[in-house]
Antibody, heavy 121, light 110 residues
Framework: EVQLLESGGGLVQPGGSLRLSCAAS????????MSWVRQAPGKGLEWVSG????????YYADSVKGRVTISRDNSKNILYLQMKSLRAEDTAVYYC??????????????WGQGTTVTVSS | QSALTQPASVSGSPGQSITISCSGT?????????VSWYQQHPGKAPKLMIY???KRPSGVSNRFSGSKSGNTASLTISGLQAEDEADYYC??????????FGTGTKVTVL
């Protein structure tokens, strides 16, 4: 079964850091681009960051550029999102998503169940 | 990058057809045939319904169809069913090398 399992969410103070992980299983991880998408409470979906299948290309939304780093370990089938200088507006459910092709502009055909990040003092 | 514009809500009776619009600009929707649509039930992860404007993934009902004209993409649900009640989001690749989602549409089955 194709599956994505996020972890690493939690409560963090403003200005703090957090690293999210997404463990992939049931498919060959390396050829596919991956993304992180978030959803603030009661709000819509927001694309946060994407990475190509090789990891050589990384892309970020303006809202997080300079504060987050996306990476992947193709030997372990894990996607990461390192977040720093967290703000209250970063509070959201963070979803990991697999793209249907090598590049992140392809559709996201598999989604995890999400991990919740709460930024509050 | 601003979110694509969708109607906040659309409703219809069982068996009817409804269409959800997704309005963008020539920087995303109008320039790339890379529009996808996602269905999200409350408390659940999004599910891909349409990709590359009008293609349907395996397992998605043929009651769902997509199209695009100029800077506006559309999702049509025909033969509306109770299980179609959910939030729907469009998404497009943008010239700024980002992905942008729509504002989301709540579909209500009357």
């Amino acid at each position: 079964e194709v599956q994505l399992l996020e972890s690493g969410g939690g409560l963090v103070q403003p200005g703090g850091s957090l690293r999210l992980s997404c463990a992939a299983s049931g498919f060959t991880f390396s050829p596919y681009a991956m993304s992180w998408v978030r959803q603030a409470p009661g709000k819509g979906l927001e694309w946060v960051s994407g990475i190509s299948g090789s990891g050589g290309g990384t892309y970020y939304a303006d809202s997080v550029k300079g504060r987050v780093t996306i990476s992947r370990d193709n030997s372990k089938n894990i996607l990461y999102l390192q977040m720093k200088s967290l703000r209250a507006e970063d509070t959201a459910v963070y979803y990991c998503a697999k793209h249907s092709g090598y590049e992140y502009y392809y559709a996201m055909d598999v989604w995890g169940q999400g991990t919740t990040v709460t930024v509050s003092s | 990058q601003s979110a694509l514009t969708q109607p906040a809500s659309v409703s219809g009776s069982p068996g009817q057809s409804i269409t959800i619009s997704c309005s963008g600009t020539s920087s995303e929707v109008g320039s790339f045939d890379l529009v996808s649509w996602y269905q999200q039930h409350p408390g659940k992860a999004p599910k891909l319904m349409i990709y590359e404007v009008s293609k349907r993934p395996s397992g998605v009902s043929n009651r769902f169809s997509g199209s695009k004209s100029g800077n506006t993409a559309s999702l049509t649900i025909s033969g509306l069913q109770a299980e179609d009640e959910a939030d729907y989001y469009c998404c497009s690749y943008a010239a700024s090398s980002t992905l942008v989602f729509g504002t989301g549409t709540k579909v209500t089955v009357l």
